[in-house]
């Protein structure tokens, strides 16, 4: 049976549609679905026939029962029509198609909230991933109930803007190793596994674009969910790139902030909040010493400002931990 949808990404984020879910031929025979594989597609018309190929010819050659769905997201090509096509050739494939482009967050959000599987992998479909490792990212999960999410960690890169963009990813990698306290060997792969169950909670804090890996990498972190980093080969990627240097690095940069504030605002508030507070206090001494009995304005200002942000990383802190979940 085919199932169609066609879904407006612009409905928010934190009340999904209703919608039901998409129906395989897997699980009109009733068979329970083991794995579900997220595949968001956006003009890929040329080569995204071979990545199914791809993909299913290493799930069939596993153990493992699946669903792949890949959905088309405002595709202004003949993505869809392509999909369409594919999904008559392959029982397990199912198509689902937004009427409007909403980001590769938005996709994959949608498509692991629909997952029949109990786990979820996602990857991407321009042939720069290792996608017949798949069934590998899965068996380990399998192997270790101590990790719930396992991460194809990149040991090229093959993107554009390559020099900034290695040194940028740098940048915010070990920032954000530092609001964890986790080493993260890559941040941001769009090549992972996580159970769908852990995940739940999550997936309403995923934002429309790119940034939606580093936000459920930094949101397991930040909640003590194992991760395990598998080295992979990462290939240059077929078709147009849809990444954007300044916009999306300044994306990322926001977003594992908003994680960390979301988490454990403590850690990114308070160090600033000291400093300022040992500062003022310090240039206060000097400014006693320098003329008796009288404190310069920016003095007060710095020490001001300290307390402010101290109080505010309290009452964030007070708020996340009163949070039901």
Not at 181 to 208: M, Q, T
Request: charged share 25%; proline share 6%; net charge neutral.
């Amino acid at each position: 049976m085919i199932a169609r949808m066609f879904v407006d990404p612009r409905q928010r984020l934190a009340q999904p549609p209703v919608l039901p879910l998409p129906v395989t031929v897997a699980e009109d025979l009733r068979a329970p679905v083991r794995v579900t594989i997220v595949l968001p597609c956006h003009n890929e018309a040329d080569h995204v026939r071979l990545e199914i190929e791809r993909i299913c010819a290493a799930m069939d050659a596993s153990e493992y029962s699946y669903e792949l769905l890949a959905i088309d997201d405002g595709s202004t090509d003949h993505t869809l029509e392509v999909l369409e096509k594919a999904e008559l050739d392959f029982p397990t494939l199912t198509v689902v198609a937004f009427r409007r482009n909403g980001g590769a967050g938005t996709v994959r959000r949608f498509g692991s909230q629909s997952a029949a599987g109990d786990i979820v992998v996602w990857t991407d479909a321009d042939m720069s991933y290792p996608n017949e490792r798949i069934p590998e990212l899965v068996r380990a999960l399998d192997e270790d109930p101590g990790i719930d999410q396992v991460v194809g960690a990149r040991t090229t890169e093959e993107g554009t803007y390559k020099v900034l963009r290695v040194s940028a990813k740098w940048l915010i990698r070990k920032f954000a190793e530092w609001l964890t306290n986790e080493r993260i060997p890559d941040l941001n792969s769009g090549l992972r596994a996580f159970r769908r169950d852990v995940a739940r909670p999550y997936l309403r804090l995923l934002p429309p674009g790119f940034s939606c890996v580093t936000t459920i990498t930094v949101a397991f972190l930040a909640n003590q969910h194992g991760i395990r980093f598998v080295p992979i080969q990462y290939s240059k990627r077929a078709g147009t790139s849809k990444f954007r240097f300044v916009r999306d690095a300044y994306r990322y940069i926001l977003q594992v902030l908003r994680m960390v504030m979301y988490f454990n605002p403590l850690k990114a508030l308070m160090p600033l909040a000291l400093s300022l507070v040992a500062i003022g206090m310090a240039k206060g001494i000097f400014d006693v010493a320098l003329h008796p009995l009288r404190l310069a304005t920016n003095t007060v200002l710095i020490f001001l400002t300290g307390l402010i942000i101290g109080s505010l990383a309290l009452l964030a802190d007070l708020i996340v931990r009163s949070r039901p979940d």
